[in-house]
């Protein structure tokens, strides 16, 4: 089994910075991609930013410039640095764990969500 701890999140304004961490506990094995979703009221869930075990990134087109995707493989730590806020990227963001096992089963799991708000 696996476990993922969120931290960070809370109320900044527009322009403004924040810090998500989420660290995963369990096992884990050494391939793998950790990324972070994010819902708002009335919408579909959808993928912010992801990174591989091997350093490889993706971004939604909406955070580009703006946010950006880190781990430490060492820690099991996925850090979301986002940056130049906007009110739009209000929304609940996930932590969540993908990988293969050695029967070639994809095993998914997620953070238990925290919230974001830009507001003045």
């Known amino acids: 089994q696996v476990q993922l701890v969120q931290s960070g999140g809370g109320l900044v304004q527009p322009g403004g910075s924040l810090r998500l961490s989420c660290a995963a506990s369990?096992?884990?094995?050494?391939?793998?991609?950790m990324g972070w979703y994010r819902q708002a009221p009335g919408k579909q869930r959808e993928l912010v930013a992801s990174v591989t075990s091997g350093g490889s990134t993706n971004y939604a087109d909406s955070v580009k410039g703006r946010f950006a995707i880190s781990r430490d493989n060492a820690k099991n730590t996925v850090y979301l640095q986002m940056s130049s806020l906007k009110p739009e990227d209000t929304a609940v963001y996930y932590c969540?764990?993908?990988?293969?096992?050695?029967?070639?089963?994809?095993?998914?799991?997620w953070g238990q969500g925290t919230q974001v708000t830009v507001s003045s």
């Open positions: 969540k764990l993908d990988q293969i096992s050695w029967s070639n089963t994809i095993y998914a799991y």
């Open positions: 369990g096992s884990i094995f050494s391939s793998n991609t």
